[in-house]
């Protein structure tokens, strides 16, 4: 296709899905989903990309990567592009219209988008990954389901996940999973009587859950570490300068525990990061 036929497919799916709101992906030299320039989430893929590559240690063309809620299929597509063996799952239908379009015009075969709620994550259902991006997506989910989310992320992911996501800054309200106490606030998806076309209208938002409940960075930690991840680290650079303050880039690494031999004593500390104890992070 040349770019005078994408521009045109461009905009019969702008006409028929509405614009693109946050993935602004190159298909041509200059015809671009969004905009030619600066326009949506370039700046967080710059960090995403460069995370994973540095993490990875090795060609991301050697990769399976997960990429959950794949909105629009900008880190989709960028992985697949660098030769990634890639699936997207987005659980709105509009969303995925758009990422497919992508996928075509830049012949994309590595990359499978499937039309999925995330909370049916399984090893069963989707297989085993080296890297799962859960972009903008945990705190979407309500109590008990981003528990189960988490463990399931856990379970297919072989190397590393890698969570951008809003933490709450109050420690208002607990949740209790597995026995365990976790810390956070409750956050309104939607109007508690929305009808089911104006939630699936709200692009961003949570599927069907009138509400989702954000963890504490302190809490969040311990469902990654009861989830069975085995280290966290937090990604500053690249930077965001638009980032808000409540809102984090973290790496849950999967690795093997390791028992100490120098120190063996402090292998029987507790592993769990303590709440402020003023309710604040
Ligand atoms: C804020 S956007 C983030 C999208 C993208 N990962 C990113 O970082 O740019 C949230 C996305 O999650 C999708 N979503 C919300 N709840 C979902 C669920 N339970 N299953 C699948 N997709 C969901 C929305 O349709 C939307 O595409």
């Not at 597509?77 to 509009?94: C, D, L, P």
Request: aromatic share 6%; proline share 5%.
């Amino acid at each position: 296709m040349n770019a005078a036929a994408i521009e045109q497919r461009r905009r019969e799916i702008v006409a028929r899905f509405g614009p693109w709101t946050a993935h602004n992906i190159r298909l041509a030299d200059e015809v671009y989903t969004m905009a030619p320039g600066i326009a949506g989430d370039e700046v967080k893929l710059r960090r995403i990309l460069q995370s994973v590559a540095d993490l990875a240690a090795q060609p991301l063309a050697g990769l399976r990567v997960l990429d959950l809620a794949c909105l629009e299929g900008l880190y989709a597509v960028e992985f697949a592009r660098h030769g990634a063996r890639v699936v997207g799952v987005e659980g709105r239908a509009v969303n995925l219209a758009k990422a497919s379009f992508a996928k075509e015009v830049l012949e994309l075969g590595n990359l499978e988008l499937r039309q999925d709620d995330v909370r049916n994550l399984s090893r069963e259902r989707y297989g085993s990954f080296d890297v799962v991006l859960c972009l903008g997506i945990l705190y979407h989910l309500d109590a008990p389901d981003l528990f189960a989310f988490l463990e399931r992320t856990a379970e297919v992911c072989q190397r590393f996940a890698v969570i951008d996501t809003h933490v709450s800054l109050v420690a208002e309200e607990t949740r209790v999973h597995r026995g365990l106490e976790y810390r956070g606030q409750s956050y309104v998806e939607h109007a508690p009587h929305a009808t089911a076309e104006e939630k699936a209208s709200r692009l961003w938002a949570s599927l069907d859950n009138s509400t989702s409940f954000w963890l504490t960075r302190a809490s969040l930690y311990n469902a990654l570490l009861h989830s069975g991840f085995t280290s966290v680290l937090e990604c500053q650079l690249p930077p965001e300068p638009a980032k808000p303050e409540d809102r984090v880039t973290l790496v849950a690494m999967k690795g093997r525990r390791h028992e100490l031999t120098s120190a063996p004593l402090a292998d029987a500390l507790p592993l769990e990061v303590p709440e402020d104890p003023k309710g604040s992070v």
